[in-house]
């Protein structure tokens, strides 16, 4: 009896540590997210429960270039440039979004060209051409983007992938969602079938849909997504990140004219936490996205004059600097805070950081005053609406919900926001954000130069070509000497040639 309870927690220790799969019962109805409307636009969003966690390990990227090659590639019946020409006249499109956990296929058509755009849809998700010049095509474009647009043509989103890369190290978030390089050069269109036949599924699936849609639609849609091979439920049991006490800072040497910083750490909480309004608020008062009324963009930006904006983040915002509102259907079981501060001139980089700092510290140990958190939570409970403006990015949020386990969004946020008080704010501060080991990315030529600066905490003056206000420069005098508490050996140079490689 002994040995063969040894056998069956062996055989548990050596299950995966972030997924366990249940069969998956045959009368159990395909999950839907439905939201009928008068409007004349119907929107789909077809999501499957399946991301860059489940790359196998050395395959890394394949979970996205599976789901390109069903977006971006052609069908057993169709070129990819016969979709696309198909497409044209009732201008629209298919597309895909893959993440951590989610994989979710985007499309919107007007109801008067519902059975010509689904009629492509269907094809593309049920009969993929799995043609070898699109695989070829797909994937090249996937080590382009980490090779040539991250690597070399976009320091802000390098320098928050990298984070993101460290933060996570040894975990199933650690590598890009496109992959490795690596990984990237040795899958083969088989690897895609493999997938693909694994992972769509009628467990996997989530169906969401809105707009003027008829009762015959709707069945005719659940009745094709029931033809799926039936597969099995995962429930997910994704760990914390390991950290280890103390700062990290990775500098990524490249050649370029600037400095871009990204650095944060694990948060401990996610959409669904309780405390996750409050966190929502501190994030909005120090840094919202594209927002010159935040306290980081006024004290960097406003009154220094040191880059384009200063932004923070309790969520996986990727492409922030093409966009105004984050995408939904990036929902993830761990997340992390972070502080984005776009590039520096490089003379002024250990400034910048150590501005981002110095504020940061004192967000921790000063709280927010009763005048910003109630200014704040009155802005917030207004942006809730500009997320989800569009029928899609309304049906996006919903099914966001789903994921997390919580009622409508901004329903839920405006209830929430409306309850929060001050103090509530300030407990999450000290609980989330205090004494967390914080990780730094740099993005900048020199390394070696900087890390120098650093390692030696040695004055760094602001060069400005306009002089500011005396309480800014006498407020310099003491940032310009601010303690980066990191040790020599934990600041690192990495060449940005080994970066996603």
Known sequence: ????????????????????????????????????????LISFRIQF?????????????????????????????????????????????????????????????????????????????????????DFKRLREDALNYLKTTLRNNNDEELGKERLYNLIYAGHPYESNTTGRVSSLEKLTIADVRAFYAKHYTQASVVLGL??????????????????????????????????????????????????????????????????????????????????????LYGKIREKRGLNYGDYAYVEYFPSGMYQFEPDPNLARSQQIFQIWIRPVEPQNAHFALRAALFEFDKLVRDGLSKQDFEATRDFLSKYVNILTQTQSSELGYALDSRYYGMGDYNTYMKAALAKLTLADVNRAIKKYLGSKPMTIVMVTKDAEGLRSEI?????????????????????????????????PADVTITPVERVFQ
């Not at 996205?64 to 069908?75: D, M, N, R, V, Y």
């Not at 905490?457 to 002089?467: D, E, L, R």
Request: no cysteine; glycine share 6%.
């Open 1 to 40: 009896m002994k040995s063969a309870t040894a056998f069956i927690l062996t055989l548990i220790f050596l299950l995966p540590a972030f997924a366990m799969e249940t069969p998956l019962e045959k009368q159990t109805p395909l999950a839907t997210v439905f939201k009928p409307s008068r409007s004349p």
């Open 49 to 133: 429960l399946t991301g860059s966690v489940d790359d196998p390990k050395g395959k890394e990227g394949l979970a996205a270039l599976t789901a390109a090659i069903i977006s971006q590639g052609g069908t057993k019946h169709k070129s990819y440039d016969e979709i696309v020409e198909a497409f044209y006249p009732m201008a629209t499109s298919f597309s895909a979004q893959t993440d951590k956990e989610m994989t979710t296929f985007v499309g919107n058509t007007h109801v008067d060209n519902l059975d010509k755009y689904y009629a492509l849809v269907r094809e593309m998700m049920f009969e993929p051409g799995f043609r070898d010049e």
């Open 210 to 295: 809105s707009g003027n849609f008829t009762p015959k639609f709707e069945a005719a849609f659940l009745a094709d997504f029931q033809k799926l091979p039936m597969g099995k439920k995962i429930a997910r049991r994704i760990p914390a990140p390991s950290s280890t006490p103390g700062t990290k800072i990775d500098i990524v040497e490249r050649e370029t004219g600037s400095t871009a910083i990204s650095l944060g750490f694990p948060l401990g909480a996610n959409r669904k936490s309780p405390d996750y309004p409050a966190l929502a608020l501190v994030a909005s008062y120090f840094g919202q996205h594209r927002s010159s009324s935040s306290y």
């Open 455 to 487: 390692t030696s905490g040695k004055t760094s003056p602001i060069k400005y070509q306009a002089a500011p206000s005396q309480e800014i420069l006498d407020e310099d005098k003491i940032i310009q000497d601010y303690k980066i508490n990191v040790k």
